[in-house]
């Protein structure tokens, strides 16, 4: 798909509504469960991450990161390069994302073609995060910062676009049963807001 079909195909699959891990868990479980409405409704954390498509010629790839193990929050986890919005960002998500990106993984931002956005996604802690959508053509060189980033890898985009590899699983938190999305790629488990946001990009994109 060319960078205008890609962009057309972001444009229309936008819903300013958004989502997130209560919007989830009403999906699944009917209104009856209120999810963390409490926390939906109240004040929220502005963030941005980067899903940074690869255009190989044999195909694109979403570029991802693992953090480490020794981070406060969401240790270990796989995720997308990003971050809370700062006050130098002027509220704009796509200078966050690309500034974040340059942070921690040393991707310059002239590199990233931004194409669009996904629905904004709301985390169970209280962050807002907007997904930006950008193009990098290869070589992609990267320079992780150590503290944050364990490891830079790429993913298929087919894989992860298709429906048969997205698994919803439930886990106890705070005594109750919450849906999450999954997927396994070589033994990397991605999971939570940043499975929720690549099944947001495979319902927009579909199979092309």
């Given at each position: 798909?060319?960078?205008?079909g890609l962009?057309?195909?972001?444009?229309?699959?936008?819903?300013?509504a958004?989502?997130?891990?209560?919007?989830?868990?009403?999906?699944?479980?009917?209104?009856?469960?209120?999810?963390?409405?409490?926390?939906?409704?109240?004040?929220?954390?502005?963030?941005?991450?980067?899903?940074?498509?690869?255009?190989?010629?044999d195909?694109?790839?979403v570029?991802?990161?693992?953090?480490?193990?020794?981070?406060?929050?969401h240790?270990?986890?796989?995720?997308?390069p990003?971050?809370?919005?700062?006050?130098?960002?002027?509220g704009?998500?796509?200078?966050?994302?690309l500034?974040?990106?340059?942070?921690?993984?040393?991707?310059?931002?002239?590199?990233?073609?931004i194409?669009?956005?996904?629905?904004?996604y709301?985390?169970?802690?209280?962050?807002?995060?907007?997904?930006?959508?950008?193009?990098?053509?290869?070589?992609?060189?990267?320079?992780?910062?150590p503290?944050?980033?364990?490891?830079?890898?790429?993913?298929?985009?087919?894989?992860?676009?298709?429906?048969?590899?997205?698994?919803?699983?439930?886990?106890?938190?705070?005594?109750?049963?919450?849906?999450?999305?999954?997927?396994?790629?070589?033994?990397r488990?991605?999971?939570?807001?940043?499975?929720?946001?690549?099944?947001?990009?495979?319902e927009?994109?579909?199979?092309?």
């Open positions: 798909m060319t960078h205008d962009r057309a195909r972001l444009a229309a699959g936008f819903n300013p958004g989502r997130g891990d209560a919007m989830l868990e009403r999906l699944i479980d009917g209104d009856d469960v209120p999810g963390r409405t409490a926390l939906a409704e109240g004040p929220l954390t502005p963030a941005a991450v980067l899903v940074p498509l690869v255009e190989h010629a195909g694109m790839t570029l991802l990161t693992q953090r480490t193990a020794h981070l406060a929050h240790p270990g986890q796989i995720s997308f990003g971050g809370r919005l700062e006050p130098a960002d002027d704009d998500p796509v200078i966050a994302a500034r974040e990106t340059e942070e921690e993984i040393g991707l310059p931002r002239d590199r990233v073609t194409l669009g956005r996904l629905d904004d709301i985390t169970g802690t209280g962050f807002i995060v907007t997904p930006v959508v950008g193009v990098i053509v290869p070589p992609v060189e990267t320079n992780a910062d503290f944050e980033v364990a490891e830079v890898f790429e993913v298929p985009l087919n894989f992860l676009l298709d429906p048969e590899n997205h698994k919803l699983h439930r886990r106890v938190i705070e005594g109750r049963h919450r849906p999450f999305w999954s997927m396994t790629w070589d033994e488990v991605i999971w939570g807001a940043t499975a929720g946001i690549l099944v947001n990009l495979s927009v994109l579909g199979s092309s």
